[in-house]
């Protein structure tokens, strides 16, 4: 690993912290011109029952899809904790590496607490992990070699850069959520620059076999973060009628959105490591809707 670049990294994070409690406005009040989520990114937004919906109905659902995706986020960085505690057992005090990863557990952490609090914010009532999404959440943080846990981290991370890119890009987004994003957006982009920094070797001495069971870790990886997103819970939240068979439909929905707007940086990255071939494009087309 170049320790150089780690060592710069570590700079950063030591002299430019961002920190929740002043880098993001709490006290903003919601503007009447503005909303919590982007009018793409809600799931049902397209959909012909979306022109049936009230405006109140809408606001519902963008408000419970974002409290959604913030919880979903706080609970897998918790589990990244769990894994990166681990990792460093296995290096010296005085490395680079380690005293990276203690920078990132430490944001990381004020992550959990920032979308937490955010939550709290928008009077949101998250949806808990289902049974599987616990089961492989401990399975994966306790068990997995380090190699996929960062192929796990990596992909999760720019799925969240890319959804914040859609929030800070929209002009009507509430601005204590935008700023959320962007703080998140800033500090993700540095793991993002050390997991690539650790992976650099193994992909770069990886065969055909290793780089197809990377390009499907992160596959499934990806499929199972997005599926914690929308849930019937929410359309019954909202008031909406039929809510069962409305969530079937949305569900099969967002998942064309979410390939569109957050899946392009984790596409490219899966590209770059020659990831892509006749065993891992369809997987990919079938879990994530690609057309590789």
């Not at 700023?179 to 800033?186: F, G, V």
């Not at 068979?245 to 064309?256: D, G, P, Q």
């Amino acid at each position: 690993m170049d320790t150089v670049a780690v060592e710069r990294l570590i700079g950063i994070s030591i002299d430019k912290p961002l920190m929740p409690e002043t880098y993001v406005p709490w006290s903003n009040t919601l503007e009447a011109h503005e909303h919590v989520l982007p009018d793409h990114l809600v799931s049902l937004e397209g959909m012909p029952e979306y022109e049936t919906l009230t405006k109140t109905q809408i606001d519902e659902i963008r408000r419970h899809e974002v409290v959604q995706f913030m919880y979903s986020y706080a609970w897998g960085e918790g589990l990244l904790n769990a894994f990166l505690t681990r990792q460093i057992y296995n290096l010296l005090p005085e490395s680079p590496q380690y005293r990276f990863i203690l920078r990132e557990v430490i944001e990381e952490s004020r992550h959990q607490e920032m979308f937490l609090r955010g939550i709290a914010l928008l009077n949101g009532s998250p949806i808990p992990p289902t049974k599987m999404h616990a089961f492989w959440g401990k399975i994966s943080s306790r068990y997995f070699p380090a190699t996929w846990m960062f192929l796990v981290a990596i992909s999760s991370e720019y799925v969240a850069d890319a959804y914040g890119r859609e929030v800070q890009a929209d002009k009507n987004m509430y601005s204590t959520l935008r700023k959320m994003a962007e703080l998140h957006q800033i500090e993700e982009g540095r793991h993002i620059a050390f997991t690539k920094l650790y992976l650099e070797k193994h992909i770069l001495n990886a065969g055909f076999i290793r780089r197809s069971v990377y390009a499907i870790i992160i596959a499934l990886n990806v499929h199972f973060v997005r599926t914690m997103y929308v849930k019937q819970a929410i359309f019954e939240r909202a008031g909406v009628s039929d809510s069962k068979r409305l969530f079937k439909k949305a569900k099969k929905h967002y998942r064309n959105k979410f390939t569109q707007y957050c899946l392009s940086t984790t596409i490219q990255f899966t590209k770059e490591m020659n990831g892509f071939n006749w065993i891992t494009r369809p997987i990919w087309n079938r879990l994530l809707n690609t057309k590789l």
